[in-house]
């Protein structure tokens, strides 16, 4: 029977620390330096950078491309036609019935 190492819990980083972590590596602080001492991975400063410089924002919503706003937009309105259409089918069930 193998032991199951224990899971890493999800860490969540504010907009400051981000900044400060971006601040630091504008200043000249190597990534590979920024990556040991505050234990992030290597993946996720390179998005933090690519957010900083982009939308100067690290939240999700102000970094989407136009192509994810239209995937989203999309979904929401395929989800009220669904809507809109099971209700006409329990109308046209109930109306059939008379």
Do not use: H
Not at 4 to 31: E, H
Not at 33 to 55: H, V
Not at 75 to 94: G, T
């Amino acid at each position: 029977m193998s032991e199951k190492a224990p899971r890493k819990t999800r860490r969540t980083y504010t907009s400051d620390f981000k900044q400060q972590i971006i601040d630091l590596y504008r200043n000249g602080k190597r990534k590979c330096d920024i990556i040991r001492e505050y234990d992030i991975a290597s993946s996720l400063l390179d998005k933090w950078i690519i957010q900083a410089e982009s939308s100067g924002s690290f939240k999700e919503k102000d970094n989407r491309t136009p192509e994810q706003e239209e995937l989203i937009r999309l979904q929401k309105k395929l989800k009220v036609l669904e809507m809109e259409n099971d209700i006409l089918k329990q109308a046209a069930l109930i109306l059939g019935r008379k």
